[in-house]
Structure formats: C-alpha cells, structure tokens
Nanobody, 122 residues
C-alpha cells in the first residue's frame, strides 16, 4: 500500500490545519491507521490512531481535545483535523497503516507515508 500525505503548511498559533492521507495500491480497510510526527532532533512519536471501522480512536495526551482523526474507507482516505495549534506541534506528520485492526503504534506499522511539514509560528 502507498500512502500520500498532504495538507501541511505554515499557520499561526491558535490556527487550524487539516491533513489528508490517500491510500493506493493494495489497500486493506481492515487495518487500523494513524498519524505520527517527528520534530527536529526528536524521535517519531504517536499522535492519533483509528480502528479499521472508525469505531475506536486514540490520541496522545498532548493533542487530546485539539486533534480529531477520521477515515473514509470508501475512498481510502485518512484525515487529521488539527485545531488550536501550538508551536510545539511543529513537526513532519506521517500517516501510517498498521498490522492490526484495532489500533496502531510505531512497533506495528505496516506502511509509512512520506510526511507533510506542519509549522506553527508563535
């Protein structure tokens, strides 16, 4: 499966962005999907995940209440709505498909997208 992330950009603190991830190739709607991010000099970290049917979501504490993950299996698309953005949210954001259906973590990623840059100015 190939993943193409888009929607990143430069935004002021307090602003919003919506990231999208289009899946192509051997897609499988039975797998959980998620978003991760990597800031300069830091390890890639979990942001949010969504189960295969969208019924279960999980968020990092740092984004809970501000970010919303969703998926459209009919169109093989994953989204991340990001509100109340802060400078500490600045990172490259990666979408990913997991090996399992309920959730995703770095250890069980099946495929990574290429990343999209999000920069939040203060």
């Amino acid at each position: 499966v190939q993943l193409q992330a888009s929607g990143g950009g430069l935004v002021q603190a307090g602003g919003s962005l919506r990231l999208s991830c289009a899946a192509s190739g051997r897609t499988n709607s039975n797998n959980a999907m998620g978003w991760f991010r990597q800031a300069p000099g830091k390890e890639r970290e979990f942001v949010a995940s969504i189960s295969w049917n969208g019924g279960r979501t999980s968020y990092a504490d740092s984004v809970k209440g501000r970010f919303t993950i969703s998926r459209d299996n009919a169109n093989n698309r994953l989204s991340l709505q990001m509100n109340s953005l802060q400078p500490e949210d600045t990172a490259i954001y990666y979408c990913a498909v997991g090996l399992y259906s309920a959730g995703i973590a770095r250890e069980n990623v099946r495929s990574w997208g290429q990343g999209t840059q999000v920069t939040v100015s203060s």
